[in-house]
């Protein structure tokens, strides 16, 4: 059964290729969803999928790719979104 895990990412995270490797980690790992930088200069991100995946994802986005410096993330597990998501795409 799917889940779905928003995350936010505060830190150096955006300028860094933050979105892009983790639209690869969330393809990768056979993720739905989508990632987006917000005007205060987080990263946000919609993981849809199985929990071990949702999870993985959320360990790698902790880290960031090499030059991200994540000081905080937070995330919570919400209902299945409505609109039917067929890949993971970046947003805005």
């Not at 995350?7 to 892009?20: A, K, L, S, T």
């Amino acid at each position: 059964m799917d889940k779905a895990l928003h995350v936010w990412v505060e830190g150096r995270v955006q300028g860094v290729f933050f979105r892009d490797s983790t639209r690869r980690k969330a393809s990768e790992l056979g993720l739905r969803g989508w990632v987006r930088n917000l005007s205060d200069g987080r990263v946000e991100a919609m993981f849809v999928g199985s929990e071990e995946a949702c999870e993985k994802a959320l360990d790698f986005v902790g880290e960031g790719p090499p030059g991200a410096v994540v000081r905080r993330t937070e995330s919570r597990w919400e209902e299945l979104p409505r609109q039917e998501l067929s890949g993971f795409e970046i947003r805005g």
